[in-house]
């Protein structure tokens, strides 16, 4: 079998989201799959060529030097001119124009511009309207990342669920584990942290990701200086300002951000709030497991990568219970409800105080993630392109 995979953002130097998806899924791939052949597409000049080294015989690099309409344009020629019997598109965008007869995969990670049309640019807005009703039903058969996902697709474009298979995305387990004190110290350092004394988000600094919300809750926490009586644990007391942990959030900026990076002085909080930017995977794992606890109570997600990663590195993690956060989660998380600012603010005074039964539970947090892998979905992945191409 031959099948075309469509790698045109997996080797860019800052992945994240479907990047990683592209990257973990097409290396697991090759550790698994020695038979069939990988034509791998490859856009120009966005990645380095040493991570071409390396790699099994049967995967091929192709680069598609189009730097405009490169799915549309390139990736489409392509396929008239190789003889796939199958292709992957691992993040909503198939050619429009393809071969006749060519059986197309294509990966579903989230319908957030039909759900939260107002934290998306029009042009995606657009854009993924058109997926959602051309591109979903014109693909041969979807890769969900969750049920929750599923469920949209099913809701939303009317495809029929027997067309839809639920692949649950992994993490890399070699990365994300619990460190030793002194890693953790030593790896904070450059952004003046120490461990146990931050409440930390990571992910794109979007609206979707409720991050408004989440400094509104932290601000009530932090200017009433409350941590619950050790007696009487629903009665607050004043404490020592200067213990009370800073909110810091990592990734980098997205698109209507204004608002959330002015938010702390509107607060009066600026000093207590951190913004480090983009922060490379290698610090990740400290930064998560020096963290008092993860909060991610984004309004929707497609899977939620950064749940697993912070229980893997044995973070206490908050989180939404909308969406497909209760799958990634399971009984390990906490939930909250993400419109309520005094829930999630009241999630900080206990956290700080460790008054939440079961926060520490960290065998929980690993048994959980045990139920992800890029192993399992690559293994998984495969075994529906041998089933697609058969049919």
Not at 49 to 65: D, H, S, Y
Request: proline share 6%; glycine share 6%; charged share 20%.
């Amino acid at each position: 079998m031959i099948i075309g995979f469509d790698a045109s953002r997996a080797f860019v130097n800052k992945r994240t989201g479907t990047e990683n998806y592209s990257y973990q899924l097409l290396t697991h791939l090759a550790k698994i799959d020695h038979e069939n052949t990988y034509k791998v597409f490859l856009h120009p000049g966005i990645f380095d060529p040493n991570q071409l080294k390396g790699w099994p015989a049967n995967f091929k690099f192709l680069r598609l030097n189009y730097k405009f309409l490169w799915t549309q344009v390139g990736l489409a020629g392509q396929t008239f001119i190789d003889h796939l019997d199958l292709l992957f598109v691992p993040s909503h965008t198939l050619p429009l124009v393809r071969k006749p007869g060519l059986k197309t995969v294509m990966t579903v990670h989230d319908l957030g511009a039909e759900y939260l049309p107002q934290t998306h640019q029009l042009k995606q807005q657009l854009y993924l309207k058109l997926m959602t009703y051309y591109q979903l039903k014109s693909a041969a058969h979807l890769i969900a990342v969750s049920e929750a996902t599923k469920r949209d697709i099913t809701k939303k474009a009317g495809i029929p669920a027997d067309k839809i298979s639920v692949i649950y995305e992994g993490y890399d387990e070699k990365l994300f584990h619990p460190l030793k004190n002194d890693a953790l110290i030593h790896s904070l350092t450059d952004y003046n942290l120490l461990p146990k004394t931050y409440f930390l988000f990571v992910g794109t600094i979007q609206p979707r990701k409720n991050l408004e919300q989440l400094i509104k809750a932290y601000a009530l926490f932090l200017n009433n200086r409350l941590t619950p009586d050790s007696q009487h644990p629903d009665q607050l007391q004043n404490h020592d300002p200067t213990s009370i942990p800073e909110l810091v959030l990592a990734g980098s900026r997205g698109w209507l951000t204004e608002d959330i990076y002015s938010l702390p002085a509107k607060f009066g909080i600026g000093t207590r709030v951190k913004f480090l930017g983009y922060v490379p995977d290698k610090i990740l794992p400290a930064l998560y497991g020096g963290a008092i606890a993860f909060f991610f109570p984004s309004l929707y997600e497609g899977f939620g990568l950064p749940v697993l990663e912070a229980m893997a590195c044995g973070t206490p993690v908050i989180t939404s219970g909308v969406s497909s956060l209760p799958e990634v989660g399971g009984k390990a998380a906490l939930y909250v409800d993400p419109n309520s600012t005094e829930e999630i603010s009241r999630k900080m005074v206990l956290l700080a105080s460790n008054h939440i039964p079961g926060a520490t539970a960290a065998k929980k947090r690993f048994d959980q993630v045990k139920k992800f892998s890029w192993d399992k979905c690559a293994a998984q992945t495969l075994k529906l392109f041998q089933k697609i191409a058969s049919e």
